[in-house]
């Protein structure tokens, strides 16, 4: 079980070499005992074809199963990054419901947050660290809402603001557990190699009782098979592949909260 749990660290080429590989080898195991057996004369190619095709439409089952699951928790992680965005800016424009000072600072840190936010998917050397800084800037803007609470700051106005900042918070918490630690669960992956390997051995098996098969077919079978399991296995990477979310939302924010501070501390010289 340590190999499956360790799957989703594994290089999505080294994924869809070894599913080439497994269908390969499926269907000429498959087809090599297909062969045996008609020569021996135990088996006639009609006695198979209904188990074949139940195997197949198991595993046509699987893939669509398991495909619509991660494309789900795509379209999840893109609903998520919308709504943090939507909720950060929303909580940059609210730091005007708090005193001067108080407002200025909240501002500051939604723009650095901002930029912690404003990843490239494809190069997160510094993930923890990002995520470390996101966690001590919660901090630091509760502790705001707590100050201005304890000294009886107007209560309409303070939970106007710290409304949206708990949904910053939680969006933050949603996205990193969505996007990070929900996985398709090995047993599924494990499930999915195995009805793939029986359904090529089915396959093999009934094209070497009727002596049939070739390599250009079984190298076409196997590219197909595998695209689709590659395919699945990109969309259940947030941080890998070519199917990942786009950023462009948070970029967008981030490069309009720089400039909104820029212009800030500018008027604040003058």
Do not use: C
Request: aromatic share 10%.
């Amino acid at each position: 079980m340590n190999f499956l749990t360790q799957f989703n660290t594994i290089s999505l080429l080294v994924i869809y070499g070894f599913s080439i590989l497994l269908v390969l080898v499926s269907l000429a195991v498959g087809n090599f005992f297909g062969r045996r057996a008609a020569r021996n004369g135990k088996v006639g190619e009609m006695s198979i074809g209904g188990a074949v095709a139940a195997t197949l439409g198991l595993l046509a089952f699987m893939l669509a199963f398991t495909f619509n699951m991660t494309a789900d928790r795509f379209n999840q992680r893109k609903a998520l990054l919308l709504n943090e965005v939507n909720a950060m800016a929303t909580t940059y424009l609210r730091a005007d419901l708090l005193l001067p000072d108080e407002g200025r600072r909240v501002r500051a840190l939604i723009a650095e947050y901002a930029d912690l936010r404003d990843i490239d998917p494809l190069n997160v050397s510094d993930f923890d660290e990002r995520i470390a800084r996101s966690a001590e800037i919660h901090n630091e803007l509760w502790q705001i809402v707590a100050q201005l609470s304890a000294a009886g700051y107007d209560g309409e106005r303070l939970r106007g603001f710290y409304d949206i900042l708990n949904q910053v918070i939680d969006f933050h918490t949603s996205r990193l557990y969505v996007g990070t630690f929900y996985k398709i669960p090995p047993p599924i992956w494990a499930a999915l190699y195995a009805l793939t390997a029986l359904a090529m051995f089915g396959i093999g098996f009934q094209l070497g009782v009727g002596r049939r098969g070739s390599p250009q077919v079984a190298l076409a079978l196997a590219l197909a098979f595998s695209v689709v399991i590659v395919l699945i296995a990109d969309l259940d990477r947030a941080y890998e592949g070519v199917l990942i979310v786009d950023q462009t939302p948070m970029s967008e924010l981030n490069a309009r909260l720089a400039a909104a501070e820029r212009m800030r501390r500018q008027a604040n010289k003058q």
